[in-house]
């Protein structure tokens, strides 16, 4: 009998935790729902300021075309909808955190909050420094490339699609730091093995930028210098955030 009560509270104990997740769930994409309606009637407002950083650039007379018929359409929606994520990742990475809070010890949860928060202000700085610096700079490069005779007139589903890939780039890159502190607090590596690594990383950094960036000089250094940046504010922050030993010591 005492087997099978133990079986019906593992049963119920998962069945809520289910529930749990259902629930959390729903309200992310209750949030994210919500936003994309309010940002639905000003989507080809938030498509114009999208592309901007091109139109400053362009000749004049050169303008963005639509290829495909339904374009006019699906892209000013589809960046709705990226608009609407990048919106309401806090709320999505609260409900994250609400879900798996309960579970974690007293110092995870300690340090789990300013990580997420450092996260998702990197991935902001990182939208906003593809977009206020990067993107003028490769359309001019880009402008001035142009072969005499052709006329440099973009789709604008492939611009949406070129300037969203810039943005996870930047984005994902920027949220390096974050990415080192975790090792060292899993205790993968130490900030010691960081500094002794820092040449490959450089390296890795320049090749990384190289794959994920546009196949142009300047947004590869855009990318790769602050990545080398970050890598040296990882190490900064790790040190400060990794428990001591005699820390280690007495929590055991």
């Known amino acids: 009998m005492a087997l099978h009560a133990d079986e ?29 309606l309010c940002l639905l009637p000003f989507a080809n407002k938030l498509y114009g300021l999208l592309a901007q950083p091109l139109l400053d650039k362009l000749p004049e007379g050169a303008h963005l075309i639509a290829i495909e018929v339904a374009s006019p359409f699906f892209a000013p929606l589809k960046l709705a909808f990226f608009t609407a994520l990048v ?15 309960p579970g974690l010890y007293k110092r995870e949860k300690r340090l789990a909050m300013p ?23 490769v359309f ?17 589903n492939a611009y949406l699609n070129f300037v969203l ?26 900030t010691d093995q960081l500094r002794e690594a820092r040449g490959y990383a450089v390296v890795g950094v320049f090749v990384l930028a190289a794959v994920i960036t546009p196949p142009d000089v300047v947004s ?33």
Request: glycine fraction near 8%.
């Open 165 to 190: 890939v810039i943005f996870l780039a930047f984005g994902l890159s920027f949220e390096l730091p974050v990415a080192l502190v975790i090792l060292v607090l899993l205790g993968w590596v130490t």
């Open 87 to 101: 919106v309401t990742m806090p709320w999505l990475l609260y409900q994250a955190w609400a879900f798996v809070a």
């Open 115 to 137: 990580l997420l928060a450092s996260a998702v202000a990197l991935f902001y700085i990182g939208c906003a420094f593809a977009f206020f610096l990067v993107l003028p700079s």
């Open 220 to 252: 590869q250094l855009m990318l790769a210098i602050p990545m080398c940046l970050l890598y040296e504010a990882g190490i900064i922050a790790a040190r400060l955030l990794a428990p001591k030993p005699d820390a280690v010591r007495d929590e055991a």
């Open 8 to 36: 019906d509270g593992g049963e119920g104990s998962l069945i809520d935790h289910l529930i749990e997740l259902r629930m959390r769930l729903m309200r992310g994409l209750a949030g994210t729902g919500l936003v994309l």
């Open 140 to 156: 001019k490069f880009l402008t001035l490339v142009t072969p005499d005779g052709v006329s440099m007139m973009t789709d604008i």
